[in-house]
């Protein structure tokens, strides 16, 4: 009981942090939004170092799990939504919010850590979209995200993991084709774009398949 309340905690935190940066949209600049979001995960993650050196329980690690959550979605929310970071800089934030991820949950064994991950790093999807450099961006992003639950399965069989990575690779996949194909219900046009498209979703599936 305790497990699954943990659980349900770190995802309510998850969407609380989202829904604050629509909530202050009058009352901050959007830069002091992400800063404010990016502050709530580190503050998240030291504590739950903290605890964690002390003893790892139940508690602790959803502490660090979702400070990773809150990292993504605030790299996410600053990129795709608020537009404040370049392509490259946010990429870099990426590889180094992955990196710290995939270490905690092999340091610690905890595949909570590896999911809420994965979780935090594709909950922002449906702020992607408009400009096709961002969904581009969006993904590189998605194959980063990919490659690391490919690492993690490698080094640990965590079901779980592996599922929940596949569903949500399932909606990214679904949602960018639906932008860059030119809508659901119009009739699609085809170019390189589509071309793009089309590699990345082989891309995804192929890596899923190696899962």
Not at 103 to 123: C, D, H, K, P
Not at 141 to 150: E, M, S, T, W
Request: charged share 10%; proline share 2%.
């Amino acid at each position: 009981g305790l497990n699954i309340i943990n659980k349900l905690g770190i995802f309510l935190l998850i969407i609380g942090v989202i829904t604050a940066s629509q909530f202050t949209y009058f009352r901050l600049p959007d830069t002091l939004k992400s800063v404010f979001t990016f502050a709530v995960g580190i503050v998240l993650l030291i504590a739950g170092e903290i605890l964690n050196r002390k003893k790892p329980n139940v508690f602790s690690l959803g502490i660090t799990s979702g400070g990773l959550a809150v990292l993504y979605v605030a790299l996410s929310i600053s990129y795709f939504q608020f537009d404040i970071l370049e392509m490259y800089p946010a990429l870099g934030l990426c590889i180094l919010i992955t990196a710290g991820a995939f270490v905690l949950s092999q340091r610690y064994n905890s595949q909570t850590i590896s999911a809420f991950a994965l979780i935090g790093g594709y909950l922002p999807i449906f702020s992607i979209a408009g400009r096709d450099a961002i969904v581009y961006g969006a993904m590189v992003y998605f194959v980063i995200l990919n490659i690391l639950a490919l690492i993690i399965s490698v080094n640990k069989k965590w079901i779980a993991t592996a599922y929940i990575g596949f569903v949500l690779n399932v909606i990214g996949s679904i949602y960018i084709s639906v932008i860059m194909f030119g809508g659901l219900f119009s009739k699609p046009h085809f170019s390189s774009d589509s071309i793009i498209t089309i590699m990345y979703i082989l891309f995804a599936f192929v890596i899923y398949t190696l899962i």
